[in-house]
Nanobody, 126 residues
């Protein structure tokens, strides 16, 4: 089991930037893929970005491609989500997730992630 703790959310104006962090403990961090998801009020949780265990591959939702960057530091057991050019439609609770042991690549389906953080609120004002 993996324990995940997100931080870095907050209120930002349209066009601003935020960097989310997710600290992991438990299972060996460098052995599994990581991802970020988000859930806006009244909407289903959606995939945002994912990164392979060794940072060699990444995957992004079309809605954030070119604006968000996922990265990880295996020495610090931490995954990051750099969010630039934020829009009001990016407002959501953001969750980091650890892939199930079978997955090392940048997977996208929430069912393939076995551990989730508590979430951090990101609000983008217009």
């Amino acid at each position: 089991q993996v324990r995940l703790v997100e931080s870095g959310g907050g209120l930002v104006q349209t066009g601003g930037s935020l960097r989310l962090s997710c600290a992991a403990s438990g299972r060996t961090f460098s052995s599994y893929a990581m991802g970020w998801f988000r859930q806006a009020p009244g909407k289903e949780r959606e995939f945002v970005a994912a990164i392979s265990w060794d940072s060699s591959s990444t995957s992004y939702a079309d809605s954030v491609k070119g604006r968000f960057t996922i990265s990880r530091d295996n020495a610090k057991n931490t995954v990051y989500l750099q969010m630039n050019s934020l829009k009001p439609e990016d407002t959501a609770v953001y969750y980091c997730a650890a892939a199930r042991p079978a997955y090392t690549g940048p997977i996208r389906k929430s069912a393939d992630f076995g551990s989730w953080g508590q979430g951090t609120q990101v609000t983008v004002s217009s």
